[in-house]
């Protein structure tokens, strides 16, 4: 029964496919809503939505932007969206993780994409380019932006976010709580003890601690070996009720992204890799619950949650 649900939900939500095809947008049982100045953003025909591949809130750039008072313009034939406010141009494209704002170039994890016709931008976007504050209410599904700060820490009366949640920021405590020699940062792990764990890049978006798929997720990384351009690893078991995804994104050599998704609870994997990522990622129904992100030749692990 249970490899029949596996099978039903990869053919329904198209898992981990975000680096070989456009985006799925994966149905929930309570949209993501967003205010901008408690005053609520409404998405005719695009909603925000959680990248299963990242774990991170993508949201319709172009009614975020306008409530924030930008205008938006569309170049369809070079895939780049152009947003105005202020006097101060800013402008991304389809598949990049950086925009120009102002003449200067910023980066972010999850690129744009084109989704429905809309382009959708991470999160952490809106404060990068618009200089707001983001803040995610976890038990409401709500994000919380907050604009003409004076000192960028936001007002009073702003809803306290969930720590270590998609979008908030006010990150919790990352890895660095986490007790040097175990799985914190600088640890060595992997079945040779080939890889060393770092610090998130964005620790704001650091999933909650989640002890039920943790054990999963240790068995996964002290699996991994990397060898003659080659990582292999274990799939593990997983607790009952749970699915995941596995998907390796190479930087520069497409023709090395591979989907594992389908690879069995307890078998073995064994993929060429160039520069990219290893993305093993569990699942709760719809809902991203834990996971890591091992780059190589960098050869460091991230987890996805708080520790």
Avoid: C
């Amino acid at each position: 029964m249970k490899k029949i649900r596996f099978v039903k939900y990869l053919l329904g939500a198209a898992l981990m496919t975000a680096a070989i095809s456009p985006v799925t947008v994966l149905a929930d049982s309570k949209d993501i809503q967003v205010k901008v100045d408690n005053v609520s953003v409404h998405f005719p025909d695009a909603k925000p939505f959680i990248d299963p591949s990242t774990s991170r809130t993508m949201i319709p750039v172009r009614f975020v932007s306008e409530k924030l008072g930008a205008s938006v313009d569309w170049d369809g034939a070079n895939q780049t969206v152009t947003m105005t406010k202020d006097g101060k141009q800013i402008s991304l494209k389809i598949g990049e993780k950086k925009a120009v704002v102002a003449g200067q170039e910023i980066t972010f994890d999850a690129a744009a994409t084109l989704q429905n016709n809309r382009t959708f931008v991470p999160l952490r976007f809106v404060s990068e380019a618009y200089g707001a504050k983001v803040d995610w209410v976890a038990t409401e599904r709500l994000v919380l932006i907050t604009t003409n700060l004076s000192d960028g820490t936001g007002t009073p009366d702003t809803a306290t976010p969930d720590t270590g949640q998609p979008g908030t920021t006010n990150p919790g405590s990352g890895n660095s709580s986490v007790t040097p020699g175990s799985s914190g940062v600088g640890s060595k792990v992997g079945l040779d003890e080939q890889f060393t764990v770092v610090a998130p890049s964005y620790p704001d978006f650091l999933l909650p601690k989640h002890p039920e798929t943790e054990p999963a997720i240790d068995a996964f990384v002290a699996s991994l070996k990397y060898e003659n351009g080659k990582i292999s690893g274990v799939v593990p078991d997983l607790p009952e009720g749970y699915l995941m995804g596995l998907l390796y994104t190479d930087k520069v050599d497409k023709t090395m992204t591979k989907n594992l998704t389908g690879t069995k609870e307890g078998q073995a994997f064994s993929i060429p890799v160039g520069r990219g990522t290893l993305s093993f990622v569990i699942y709760q129904g719809n809902e991203g619950r834990n996971g890591v992100y091992v780059t190589v030749p960098q050869m460091e692990v991230e987890w996805g949650t708080k520790r």
